[in-house]
């Protein structure tokens, strides 16, 4: 369905024989690592990177996790500030925020994006996370010497001065690092520092049109829902260009989730100012935000997890096997391809009973409860037991008149299910 370029990958069984697990670029880790103990470390931290350095940060990302899980106001406001704050984020959480951004591009497709130069604006942009997204996106690209390099060029917004120097120094290490992969390859990285939550954009913006906007981790710290909305509009209206996107990107949590599709709706359905690229099929009315105040969508991305994420892990007590996040891909025109009518994305998990096997699926014919009985099972329907949440699938489903926000739809011998 997407013709976008493959990721770097680890392949493992799964729906169709396949399921591919995004690996974190290793340059890219070196880089954060090293970056870690030479500026964060104590005095004598010295060498490659040890086990005693990762249980000496972890402090720092073992309290950020807490806050959070479990109680976000033991957390200072400004908490990159706090060196042991911001090294146990670097070395915990943005790696991992890093491939979200990544595999939420890669559902764009290709023949979508600008030719030559790509405008990037990062707000609330943190150490650089999704502009490194983009970058970690690219260098893929940049092994395929057929396929014309784009330049990238970053404009980054944050409150913290500091941690904009430390994004404007990971960009230029990764960068000369793609371009020797790649002499083609071109980014620049601006910076400015500000909280657009508490001031007009025009004092820290040039007046530009950017190919993407990004929000990532950034409107769950601006209010209600309507505040979401109007944080995001100006820049929107002012900023993006006509044949932009705008990529939001939150925790996948209820509240955050749910706001989201709130957001979705204002401006896809209500304002139309935007077509719905990723995760949703359609432009039509969230049917989430129709049937009940407890569903919310978020996803699950595959990676292959690094070794000293794993090992934190161990001394975290938790386990990132996938990538979880609410997020909103939306661009200014409709897409070039639209989606088949029967093309679904899995927004649930398994549901299993007695007998029978349950998914719940949203398409351009509205949101279905597939089941599948066990008696039923046959060559043609068994990727049932291989799907997962996010998954794109092929499922012919009878035609109904209209969109359904609460259909029901069961599986026959002779239906197949499909990688859309």
């Known amino acids: 369905m997407y013709n976008s370029p493959s990721p770097p990958l680890n392949v493992r069984g799964g729906m169709g024989g396949v399921i591919f697990f995004m690996k974190f670029p290793k340059f890219l880790e070196q880089l954060i690592l090293t970056h870690i103990k030479t500026n964060y470390g104590a005095k004598g931290f010295k060498g490659p990177w040890t086990d005693k350095d990762l249980k000496y940060f972890i ?18 406001k400004n908490y990159l500030n706090h060196p042991v704050y911001r090294s146990g984020y670097l070395l915990y959480f943005l790696p991992a925020n890093i491939l979200k951004i990544s ?14 130069t790509v405008r990037i604006l990062d707000v609330g942009s943190g150490p650089g996370t999704s502009m490194l997204g983009f970058m970690a996106f690219q260098e893929n690209m940049c092994t395929d010497r057929s396929r014309p390099v784009p330049t990238f060029e970053f ?3 944050d409150q913290s001065a500091s941690i904009l120097n430390e994004a404007k120094i990971f960009h230029d290490a990764y960068a000369s690092y793609l371009k020797a992969k790649n002499p083609a390859y071109q980014s620049t990285c601006r910076t400015y520092a500000g909280d657009l939550r508490s001031a007009r954009t025009g004092r820290f913006l040039p007046r530009e049109k950017f190919h993407f906007i990004v929000m990532s981790n950034f409107l769950n710290e601006c209010g209600e829902r ?5 944080a995001v509009l100006p820049l929107a209206e002012n900023y993006l260009d006509e044949n932009g996107f705008l990529l939001l990107v939150e925790p996948a949590l209820r509240k955050t989730s749910r706001d989201l599709q709130y957001i979705r709706d204002e401006l896809v359905v209500n304002r139309k100012l935007f077509h719905v690229y990723a995760p949703c099929l359609h432009d039509e009315i969230c049917p989430l935000n129709q049937i009940n105040h407890r569903d919310w969508c978020h996803f699950y991305f595959s990676w292959d997890c690094p070794e000293f994420i794993e090992k934190a892990d161990r001394l975290l007590g938790h386990k990132k096997e996938w990538l979880k996040a609410s997020y909103l891909l939306l661009g200014r025109k409709p897409r070039l391809k639209k989606p088949h009518m029967h093309d679904w994305r899995v927004i649930s998990n398994r549901i299993i009973s007695r007998g029978k096997k349950e998914l719940v699926l949203c398409g351009p014919k509205g949101r279905y409860h597939a089941r599948l009985l066990d008696k039923n099972v046959t060559s043609g329907n068994k990727n049932f037991d291989f799907v997962r949440r996010g998954d794109l699938i092929h499922l012919k489903v009878p035609s109904k008149a209209g969109f359904d926000i609460d259909g029901f739809f069961d599986l026959t011998k002779e239906d197949k299910i499909e990688k859309a």
């Open 226 to 230: 309507n505040q979401k909305v109007e």
């Open 155 to 157: 404009t980054l917004i």
């Open 59 to 76: 402090r720092g990302a073992a309290e950020l996790s807490y806050a959070f899980t479990q109680d976000k106001r033991s957390i200072p």
């Open 103 to 116: 595999s939420i591009l890669e559902q764009l497709p290709i023949d979508q994006w600008p030719d030559k």
